[in-house]
C-alpha cells in the first residue's frame, strides 16, 4: 500500500447552521438594536421605576403614600360628577328635542343633573336610605340610564374636532399661551383645597355640618334644638352628603372628597363659558374662552376662591339659566320652561343670595315675555 496517498475525506457542509441563521434574522430586521430597544427600553425604564420604588419604600412606605387618598378623592368625584352629565343628558334629550351644541347640552345636561342628583337625595334621605349602599348605587343608576346616550354625544364631538384639526391650518403660538395660563390659574386653585384648613367659616358650621348630619342619622330629620340654618336652602349640603356616605373612610377623606367635589363641579361649570359665547357670537371661535374667566383674579382670593362652601355650586346653574331663557324668549314653549323653571330652583335652593344674581332677572324676563 502506497503510503503517500491521502486518504480521501469528506467536503465540508454548506448548511448555515443555527448561528447563521440567526444572524441573517437580525441582518434583515436591522440589527441588534432594532430589535432590542422596543423591547429593552420598557424593561429597562421598569426596572430602574421598580429600583427606585424599592429604594424608596425603604423610606416612606408607599401604601402610605397621601397620593392614593387624592387618587380616591379624584376618582369618586369624576364618578359623580360623570353621572350626573349623564343623567341631565337623559332627562334634556327628552325634555326638549331641540338639537344643541357641544358646549350648550354639556352646560345644560350638568345643571339638570345635578339638580336631578339633589331630587335623588333629597327624596333618599326622607325614605331612610342615605349609607354605604346608596352611595354607590345611586351614580350607577344615573350611568346606566344616561352613560350610553352621553358616551355616544362625547365620542361623536371627538370626531369632529379631530376632523376640525386636520383641516384646519397651523396653532397660533398665542392657543399655548393662554392654555397654559388657564391651565396653571387652575392649579392655583386646585392646591388651594388641598388642606382641611382652605374650608370656609360657612361649610364648616353649616353646609358640611347639615351634610354630616344627614348622613349620621341615615336620612333628613329635622333639627330638634331648633337650629334655624337647617331651614335655610341647603342643595350644596345634599351634595356633600354623599361625600360623607363614603364607605370606610374617616372625617379628613370626607372633607376631602367634597372638596374636590366642588373642584370638579367648577371644571364642569367653566364648560359654560363656551356654550355663552357661542350663541352670542355664532361665528366665533370658543375653543379656549373659559380662560378669560381667570382674567378675574377673585377666585384666587380666599372668600371667593373654592372652599367647600355653596358659592360655585350655585353658579353650575348661571349658564344654563341665560341658555334656556334665551330659547324661553322665543316662543315660551312649556317643555324649555320646565328646564328653565328646574335651574331656577337649583340656584334658589342652594343659597338666599342666588335669589337676586340668578332667580329675579329670568323670572321678571319670562314675565315680560309673557305679557
Known sequence: MDLTTPEPTSEPTTEPGRFDRAKAFVERHGGWKALLTPVGTPLGLTAALATFLWQLDGHVAIRDWMFWDFFLYWVLALFWSTSCAAIGHFVVRRVLPDRLGFHESVAISFGVGVFVFFLAQFLAGLAGLLGTVWFFALPLAFLAIGGPGFGSMLLAWRRHTARV??????????????????????????????????????????????????????RVAPFAEGWYPGTAPHLASFLYAWAFAIPGRALPDQLGLAAHMEYVAFLWTLVG???????????????????????????????????????????????????????????????VCVLLAMMLAGGMLTKYSSAISLFLFPVLAVLVRAA
Not at 396653571?184 to 358650621?205: K, M, T
Not at 355640618?209 to 344627614?214: L, R, S, T, V
Not at 378669560?292 to 350655585?314: E, I, K, M, Q, T
Request: proline share 7%.
Open 273 to 335: 363659558i363656551p356654550a355663552l359665547v357661542r350663541r352670542i357670537l355664532p361665528d366665533a371661535g370658543v375653543r379656549l374662552t373659559w380662560v378669560v374667566r381667570f382674567l378675574y383674579p377673585g377666585v384666587l382670593v380666599y372668600d371667593s376662591s373654592l372652599n367647600a362652601s355653596a358659592d360655585h355650586l350655585s353658579a353650575i346653574f348661571a349658564a344654563p339659566i341665560f341658555l334656556l331663557l334665551l330659547r324661553a324668549w322665543k316662543d315660551l314653549r312649556p317643555r
Open 165 to 218: 384639526r386636520r383641516s384646519s391650518g397651523p396653532t397660533p403660538a398665542w392657543t399655548y399661551l393662554a392654555l397654559a395660563f388657564g391651565v396653571v390659574v387652575l392649579g392655583l386653585i386646585y392646591f388651594l383645597i388641598l388642606s382641611p384648613a382652605n374650608i370656609s367659616f360657612d361649610a364648616r358650621w353649616k353646609h358640611l355640618a347639615i351634610a354630616e348630619h344627614y348622613v349620621e342619622l341615615g
